[in-house]
């Protein structure tokens, strides 16, 4: 199982900027999607996630100016953000809950990150 992440690249401060990861390989099922992502010097926070069904949560950080939606035929998960401010700078990555099988548990799945800059 593979998750291919893109998007990304350098914003000015109240621009937008999207990014797409789709999940690849072997995959009975997947539960949660969603994006995380660590500034310099910082721990690693949850941004937005989704479940399978659309339910959606976001860091208050993030609320209002960003969506994330998904493609469940796709296996893939997109974030737009709007807004963005020179705080949102970080490395973005995606993560997914996939089961590969029936009879396994799911297991954490994570991309390989996509850099956001947001600078003037």
């Known amino acids: 199982v593979q998750l291919q992440a893109s998007g990304g690249g350098l914003v000015q401060p109240g621009g937008f900027l999207g990014l797409s990861c789709a999940a690849s390989?072997?995959?009975?099922?997947?539960?949660?999607m969603g994006w995380y992502r660590q500034a310099p010097g910082k721990q690693r926070e949850l941004v937005a996630r989704?479940?399978?069904?659309?339910?959606?949560n976001y860091a208050d950080s993030v609320k209002g100016r960003f969506t994330i939606s998904r493609d469940n035929a796709k296996n893939t998960v997109y974030l737009q953000m709007n807004s963005l401010k020179p705080e949102d700078t970080a490395v973005y990555y995606c993560?997914?809950?996939?089961?590969?099988?029936?009879?396994?548990?799911?297991?954490?799945?994570w991309g390989q990150g996509t850099q956001v800059t947001v600078s003037s």
């Open positions: 989704i479940g399978s069904g659309g339910s959606t």
């Open positions: 993560n997914a809950e996939i089961q590969i099988t029936a009879f396994t548990r799911p297991d954490a799945y």
């Open positions: 390989g072997s995959i009975f099922s997947i539960n949660f």
